[in-house]
């Protein structure tokens, strides 16, 4: 089996069969929920509902498009900075950005919706920003093997990728009853443990032979401040999405507007001051700029206050930009890890600062601050977990944390094993980082007279 056959014809097959499987498991398994189904009407009737305005849909819709769009554009764009391979950035997270909803949306689904009666899982509007979520962890990892990695391989990095985070999930948000309504831990502590795990298995000693080509250009680094400032706009609805209706999404949009308004403060300082001439990294403003938004996503809908949110992006962006300084170089010299985009700053960190101000801020809830009802309500203290306690709440969000990191951790050990078997058409290392592998790359001179 030749190298042509594994990068051309084997993804073709993969995403042909791809598609087949999920028609047949759509039709077998999915099916409109009640407020999408033409039985809405009988559903209004029987639940007093007065208007269609109720429906679910004009709730959610706003921010499932600002959602979306961070996914296919925010991410995308971010990871173009690179001077010969913005076409796999973008083109690449593109594709399995589309391969994994459609799996997620069925394995979510069997963990958290299937109808006992009909065994169908019932979708709406909240299930697709469900699947954009869990498609994120997967966009994270990549960041860590931009590059290095074949389209074939990006797929099965997908494709287990969404499973394990479904079971992490289900673990996280059903057994320990934990709440992340940002994805602190269940999406970007995740994520960026399962790809930074998977480059170290996929190290490659060799990778300085295609040194030339690691680095950005002035057009590269404008195009990946598109995808941040798209990122950092609509970051207060990624954290809103799924907080309960109301107060909960209100006060998660005002955290994160103001964490990730503290942290580019933050980076800029720290970029500008780290630097001899005082001059400031494109790489750490298009990236730790974020990291208010990544550490406010556990904590978003608590009652942190204003000023809280404010410490929060302070703290992360300082964190998350001496990450670029020094634990970058650190981690690929000692550790042999390779993070093309330095998710371990921009994610794995301020994900696990998020965990940590989530575990505190439950811990510490009262009921004078809260209001009985609002504890209840913000914390879900119902049906078997009625009578629990703020103090072991904050214990499970904890927990909760250590869920997410070993998930990432032993499934990105298990799938860089198998990444690393040598069927998947890889580039070599002298053609890392460079669209010629897998894409036509037509290149136009201009003359000028």
Known sequence: MNTYFLITDGMVFICFVWQIAMIILFGVFIRYDEESDTHWIEHRRKKNISTNLENDFYYRYPSFQDVHVMIFVGFGFLMTFLKRYSFGGVGFNFLIAAFGIQWALLMQGWFHHLDEHDWKIKIGVENL?????????????YGACLGKVSPVQLMVLTLFGVTLFAVEE??????????????SM???????????????????????????????????DVFAMIGTLFLWMYWPSFNSAIADHGDGQHRAVINTYLALASSVLTTFAISSISQNNGKL?????????????????????????????????????????????FLTPFMEKTLKIQDTCGIHNLHAMPGVIGG???????????????????LINTFDFKDAVANRTVNIQGGYQAAAL???????LVGGALVGGILKLPIWGDPADVNCFDDDVYWEVIVFFFFFF
């Open 186 to 220: 269940v999406i970007h502590t995740f994520g960026a443990y399962y790809g930074l795990t998977i480059s170290w298995v996929l190290y490659r000693p060799l990778l300085s032979q295609s040194k030339h080509l690691q680095g950005s250009v002035y057009h590269s």
């Open 129 to 141: 920003i469900n699947a954009d979520f869990c498609v994120a962890s997967c966009l994270i990892a």
């Open 281 to 325: 990294d494109m790489v750490h403003i298009q990236n730790a700029t974020l990291a208010g938004g990544v550490a406010m996503g556990t904590a978003s809908e608590f009652m942190i206050t204003p000023y809280g949110s404010l410490i929060v992006g302070f703290c992360s962006g300082i964190v998350s930009t001496f990450g670029y300084l």
């Open 170 to 183: 289900y673990i996280i948000l059903e057994l320990l009853h934990a709440k992340d309504a940002g994805g």
């Open 402 to 408: 250590f869920v997410a990191i070993a998930f990432g």
């Open 356 to 374: 940590i101000v989530g575990a505190i801020t439950a811990a510490s809830a009262s009921e004078s601050v809260y209001g009985q009802e609002g």
